[in-house]
């Protein structure tokens, strides 16, 4: 007689198989590693035991060693099965998913001959490691996909972010989204020139996709937020593909609420305030993958292609002051190409190649100024991104395993064929009052290219010695480099004037009135764009050290060394500095199971200088520029628009030139020369924003739930902010010096817990909850070098009402809650999917109350700015109401034959349709000494009392709502 015990019962036979539970072991390549070890029904190890990995490219087989250990290394990501046998025992089958860029530990105990151990299947509820201090988030694409998100043609990975403890949108423990960093595949897809991602991925291509938010391996680096690395399918021993439909139409949401701010003037001034109907603007994105052999057992595939049809139109019209509108579209489209190739050698040998392309087009969608004419438009935008990359995987010994990996993510815009249609004869003109843009658009076609190479060879190898080591060290090349040249417009011309000639009717160039002589009203402006590129490398070597003493203590000990250099010509801006960060996390697991751990860790983490932090002192977005005043040649045409222009639209160089009067391309009334005219300037000896770290934690595994509590909390300094010398180079001129400034702090601290279980086989319910403040010094743009709280001198202007310390805006968010189930109903030959997710955010710091400030004309003199933002501390921060928001998904999939299947879902966004308003306005007014307020509301008949904070009417209103209610639809076949 067979008997059977379930691991719940008291005496259970235990084979408690923490399939989610892993060292975080990230290689360059995305793989995963299995290992283990198998104890028989005495509690002793054994040795011999036949391990088998059944996966999706075949079987793997294994004898444990004389320790009871196994190990299955540089695995495929995805689902395993795990087959254990020995003689005198019932043997051990389960299965698990294997997480990439991690190690599944797996502590095995066989039963007894003749009695069963019932294991629960894990899958679903993989999670971050709980041997070292690591937080975050492991989510599958599955997963994902059965959860109502909107727009996830290209959108579906952001959605992933904020679903891990302790992040905001992308904003991970207070720090801007542009101090992540961002992996695919072992690919770096982080922006350098403004952070963010440059990868752009099919959904159905993505296979799993973790959010590291903290105790993060020495095998990261240049970020001082989070990790967000994605893992993309592979080819199997079988077939299988997907083709999905994701159609969108405005007339299926409820209608956009105009904010308070809008309703405001539109009763002030008496005119009806309402979005302009979209008469046809819709969306279909198709998406299709394959997946297979191309030699069983050898040689894999995998291909997706993505695109929009048809195009995204959206219906709008010219919106000149006067005279007719004119209609036209706006047309949007995109495709997105991924494939990838893997030849398994042998059994220890493999070699890999990818590539991805996304291709997106934009005609007439950007405007500077309000268009007038059709030839306006900004015509068509192309962007076009992507990456190229190799690997060689290797099983040296039984030990040691050797990966290599070499990288190629690129970004293009612009180019022949792009930019306003206007042509590159005419000027751009812009009439300064209504911003009429007219005859010309802005931009050009300009090519702008950027290329970020990376490269790593890594070893992992395992070591005996007071325990066992899982080491793994390397080498980490990072080389980022962009050209460009900005023409502000297709001519390199620009007319600027101030108001039409009375009686005006028409926007013709006889209707624009030009002033002699006021540069202020009337300017020619001639630009000679200048190239430029920006150079950045980083050279870095790490090492991290997972260390088991036993079944109880695990440390986790890692150390990275980073290079910088980075220069930008033709400014010849150069800066170098080296950065040591440290890495330290211990585990303690209370009884050895994995069942109660606790866990800390301190770290360092050292981020990226991003390009675009350096923009002002950079010259490739300032064109050398002449400017000329307005002449005129005394004609019947002198004063208006004719007077401007030849007869083919060139400018007429005999109505332009210099304040004496003489005229020509070779008299400009000023010459300014970014190079020459310098005095922006980066310090050589900057250094890169840092984060110190700490951490404590609880986890709690079975193997159905898992509870994770973590108190984090860090330190950020060394951020960048651009100095104001007042008269450093002329009289009334300040010098500007970029470099990091010690005052700068940020502080987060906060309490996160996630927790996910799963009721059945067809129930999952879980979320997270994260209680945190976000503290800064700087007011607002904390490290991009924008902050006003240097721009004045020391002690000209004090510093609480430059930049007050306080919650950071956007960035202070008290209480974050994410709740999310999904439950299955199985139908016959079809299943019905339910998924719903709530959100709650309590009120986001806004800003201080503020207000224009005048400063004094001693100051202006030496090269200060007119005016500045004075904040009032003393009077609290404004923050945004409350949000929550609850969103559905019903779908249904039904089999037809074999593996065939296809499916339709209903994505339904804010189910309830509560709306409310994101942000606030904040305007007001500081009175200088003798101005005076009639139409202020607090003071309607005579001035206001001076250096105070005074409200405009508009105070508090909202200035932009949370979306309405949305909906989506989403068809498909999967096999």
Not at 67 to 84: A, D, L, T, W
Request: hydrophobic letters at 35%; a neutral charge.
């Amino acid at each position: 007689m067979t008997n059977r015990h379930s691991i719940w019962e008291t005496g259970r036979i235990a084979a408690l198989l923490v399939a989610s539970s892993g060292l975080l072991f990230s290689q360059s390549s995305s793989v995963g590693n299995i290992m283990g070890t198998v104890k028989g029904p005495d509690g002793k190890v054994v040795n011999g035991a036949l391990v088998q990995a059944l996966t999706s490219r075949g079987v793997q087989e294994l004898r444990t060693n004389n320790r009871g250990e196994f190990i299955f290394r540089q695995m495929v990501p995805g689902s395993v099965r795990i087959k254990v046998s020995a003689p005198g025992t019932s043997g051990f089958d389960s299965a698990l998913t294997v997480v990439a860029n991690q190690t599944n530990r797996m502590d095995i105990k066989l039963g007894a001959q003749g009695i069963t151990v019932e294991v629960v299947d894990s899958r679903g509820l993989e999670t971050i490691d709980t041997a070292q201090a690591t937080t975050g988030l492991v989510l599958t694409m599955t997963e994902i996909s059965d959860l109502p998100i909107y727009y996830m043609g290209t959108n579906r990975l952001d959605a992933t972010t904020f679903r891990a403890p302790g992040s905001v949108m992308d904003s991970i423990h207070g720090t801007d989204a542009q101090n992540n960093t961002y992996v695919v595949d072992g690919v770096a897809a982080s922006d350098a020139n403004y952070g963010g991602k440059i990868v752009l991925l099919n959904n159905d291509f993505i296979d799993q996709v973790q959010v590291l938010t903290s105790g993060v391996s020495a095998k990261y680096g240049r970020f001082t937020g989070g990790v967000l690395n994605v893992t993309t399918k592979s080819g199997t021993n079988e077939f299988s593909g997907s083709s999905r439909f994701e159609i969108t139409n405005d007339k299926w949401n409820s209608k956009y609420r105009m904010p308070g701010v809008a309703y405001y003037y539109s009763n002030l001034y008496h005119y009806p305030l309402t979005w302009s109907p979209v008469a046809d603007h819709h969306q279909t994105i198709q998406s299709y993958t394959l997946t297979g052999p191309i030699i069983k057992d050898k040689l894999f595939f995998a291909v997706a292609y993505q695109t929009n049809s048809p195009e995204t139109r959206i219906v709008s019209k010219t919106q000149p002051s006067m005279g007719a509108e004119v209609p036209y579209t706006i047309v949007r489209d995109s495709y997105l190409l991924d494939a990838k190739i893997d030849w398994q050698v042998s059994l220890s040998h493999r070699l890999s190649a990818e590539m991805n392309e996304s291709n997106s087009r934009d005609l007439n969608g950007i405007s500077n100024g309000n268009v007038t004419t059709l030839e306006t438009l900004s015509g068509l935008t192309k962007t076009k991104k992507g990456y190229h990359s190799l690997g060689y995987l290797a099983q040296l010994t039984s030990s040691l395993a050797l990966d290599v990996k070499l990288n190629d993510a690129y970004s293009r815009s612009g180019g022949t064929g792009t930019g306003p249609t206007g042509g590159k004869i005419k000027p751009t003109w812009k009439e300064l009052e209504s911003s009429d843009v007219l005859d010309n658009g802005y931009g050009s076609d300009n090519q702008d290219d950027s290329h970020t190479k990376t490269g790593g060879i890594n070893l992992t190898w395992m070591v005996e010695a007071m325990g066992t080591h899982d080491v793994e060290g390397g080498l980490q090349f990072y080389h980022f480099t962009r050209t460009g040249a900005a023409s502000p417009t297709p001519s390199n011309y620009e007319i600027v004037f101030r108001n039409y000639l009375p009686g005006a009717t028409s926007i013709s160039l006889a209707n624009r009135g030009l002033t002699a002589f006021n540069a202020t009203d009337t300017a020619l402006y001639q630009y000679f764009p200048t190239s430029g590129e920006a150079d950045t490398k980083v050279n870095s070597l790490y090492v991290n050290d997972v260390w088991k003493v036993n079944d109880n203590w695990s440390f986790n000990l890692g150390l990275r060394f980073d290079t910088y250099k980075s220069a930008n010509n033709p400014e010849n801006i150069t800066y170098s500095f080296q950065s040591l960060a440290p890495r330290l996390g211990a585990s303690y697991d209370l009884k050895g199971d994995k069942v109660h751990v606790f866990r800390g860790g301190l770290a360092q983490y050292s981020g990226m200088i991003n390009q675009g932090n350096l923009r002002t002192a950079t010259v490739t977005s300032a064109p050398i520029t002449r400017e000329y005043v307005y002449v005129g040649t005394g004609g019947a045409n002198q004063g208006n628009g004719l007077d401007a222009l030849l007869a083919d639209g060139s400018v007429n160089w005999a109505a332009w030139g210099n304040m004496a009067g003489r005229t020509g391309a070779a008299n400009p009334n000023k010459v300014t020369d970014p190079l020459l005219n310098r005095n922006v300037f980066v310090d050589p000896n900057i250094k890169a924003p840092r984060t110190l770290e700490a951490t404590f934690g609880y986890t709690y595994t079975s193997a159905v739930q898992n509870l994770s509590v973590t108190f984090v909390r860090r330190w950020n300094d060394q951020f960048l902010d651009d100095y104001c010398y007042g008269n450093g180079m002329a009289p009334g001129i300040a010098k500007i010096v970029i470099k990091n400034d010690p005052n700068a702090k940020q502080d987060y601290y906060g309490v996160e817990m996630s927790y996910r279980r799963r009721i059945g086989e067809d129930f999952t319910v879980g979320g997270n909850a994260t209680w945190s403040r976000t503290f800064e010094n700087a007011g607002v743009n904390l490290g991009g070098a924008t902050s006003q709280s240097n721009d004045f001198g020391t002690g000209n202007i004090p510093t609480s009402q430059l930049n007050p310390t306080g919650p950071a805006p956007g960035l202070d968010v008290p209480v974050m809650i994410n709740a999310d189930a999904n439950y299955r109903i199985v139908l016959g030959r079809g299943t019905v999917n339910l998924g719903l997710v709530g959100t709650y955010k309590s009120g986001t710091a806004v800003s201080f109350r503020s207000g224009t400030a005048q400063t004094t004309l001693d100051l202006q003199n030496q090269g200060y700015a007119s005016s500045y933002t004075r904040y009032f501390p003393e009077m609290g921060v404004l923050r945004q109401p409350e949000v929550w928001t609850l969103d559905l998904q019903t779908g249904y999939e039904h089999k037809l034959v074999g593996k065939t299947l296809i499916y339709g879902k209903a994505n339904i966004i804010n189910v309830l349709n509560r709306v409310r308003y994101m942000t606030r306005d904040t305007s007001g007014t500081v009175v200088s000494q003798g101005m005076t307020f009639p139409h202020a509301p607090s003071a309607p008949d005579g001035s206001l009392a001076t250096n105070v904070f005074n409200p405009n009417p508009t105070y508090g209103l909202g200035q932009g709502n949370t979306f309405p209610r949305m909906v989506q639809v989403i068809l498909g076949m999967k096999f």
